[in-house]
């Protein structure tokens, strides 16, 4: 395999160096050094324990090689449930937080509304606040409304991404966006409330919402008009796209109405009121806006 | 004799006292190893070839692996540590692959 093949093109040179048998070089020079000193007679150089010695090294880093491997699994296991152990604490601190907000955001509204109240203008501005802030997702939400719930085909391996059984964020998608199409004036993911602003998306095998995972099977309640919600979403082009999938793949797709239905307040996603002004005196117009607009 | 001996001890030490490698020194195992192996294999040749030597042996091995573990030390400090040890890990296979090239054609004739 070794020697130069004959080849003599210079940008052969790099190739040829390194396929030149190299190996063999320390011995045979070695040798002939040392044929050249004693004319042929074959002598010992060093000391032979620094010869066991180095055998016994060379075969114990083989043999630590070997081990070492074999040890080293149960620690990527370790490190691999440190991680997921440190995400969960994360996860409950961002819930622990994302509650203090909705509260807070709770507290607020109830002093903006007794602020309001104080003027004829701010009496005006209630109703309106309160059905826009139900809309946006700034307060809890009931009525009726249509539940379709999404899980994945039957007896597939969640996180084998090529599986054409799982459910996607595309397909969750698509089912919310019929809902709005058809509506829909609030819409949940597994108790998730989604906002104008709402992402969802997938990350590896886990659906985000919001940047929170999700599991299967999803579940998606819409709040809407009872009269027209179901069938218009039954006639909605994503309907349609969701029961060829279930078709072709066998995911699993069910709607039906519900005549109650309580979606939360959002916790994420919610537009920011970037110019909000503290009022000044009596005069009480306060200017609510949101960069994104909210529908 | 006194090889086999060495190789023998050396193996039932690793195996049986299972040293824990020292954090630092694990990106270094995989590149001692393939030296090890790069040195067993080379030992092997010139044995067949009848130029043996122990001194060459000694020597050479140590130099291998203090190299090796050297440009991966650097490596590491300028960032490049991966690419380093595949670097140094090719170059000590494509020895292994010659040495035993020259083996099988000692043994088997072919």
Known sequence: MATSSGDRAASM???????????????????????????????RHGPTWLLAATCVLVAGILAIGLVQRRADEPQA???????????????????????????????LSALGQRLLAESDIGQELTSSIESLSAIAGYSAIAGP????????????DRNDLASPGRVMDRDVQTVVNGLWQAGAEAVTINGRRLTATSAIRAAGAAILVDFKPVL??????????????????????SAADLSALAEAYGLRVTTETVSTL????????????????????????????SPGGTS | MIAVIGLIVGIALGIFLQPAVPLWLEP???????????????????????????????????????????????????????????????????RIFANSAAIRRHLFKA
């Open chain 1, 216 to 237: 299967a099977p999803y579940r998606i309640e819409a709040i809407g008009d009872p009269n027209s919600l179901a069938s218009a979403y039954a006639s909605t082009r």
């Open chain 1, 145 to 156: 409304g249509v539940v379709v719930v999404l899980d994945d085909a039957k007896g597939i």
């Open chain 2, 28 to 94: 270094y195992l995989p590149i001692a190893v393939v030296a090890a192996l790069d040195a067993v294999f080379g030992a092997g040749r010139a044995i067949l070839d009848g130029v043996f030597d122990d001194h060459v042996f000694v020597i050479s091995f140590l130099s291998n692996v203090l190299i090796a573990s050297l440009l991966v030390f650097l490596g590491d400090q300028l960032g490049v540590g991966a690419q380093i040890s595949t670097g140094v890990v090719v170059v000590l296979a494509m």
């Open chain 1, 13 to 43: 040179a790099l190739l040829r160096d390194l396929l030149r048998d190299d190996a063999a070089l320390d011995y045979v020079e070695a040798t002939r050094v040392r044929r050249l000193r004693d004319q042929g007679s074959v002598g």
């Open chain 1, 262 to 289: 309580t979606l939360g307040v959002a916790t994420s996603g919610l537009p920011t009121i970037a110019e909000a002004q503290h009022p000044v005196g009596a005069n009480l117009t306060p200017s609510l806006r």
């Open chain 1, 77 to 107: 296991t370790q490190s691999r449930d440190a991680l997921a152990a440190r995400a969960a604490l994360a996860q409950q601190n961002v819930d622990l937080l994302e509650s203090e907000v909705a509260s807070a955001r709770v507290a």
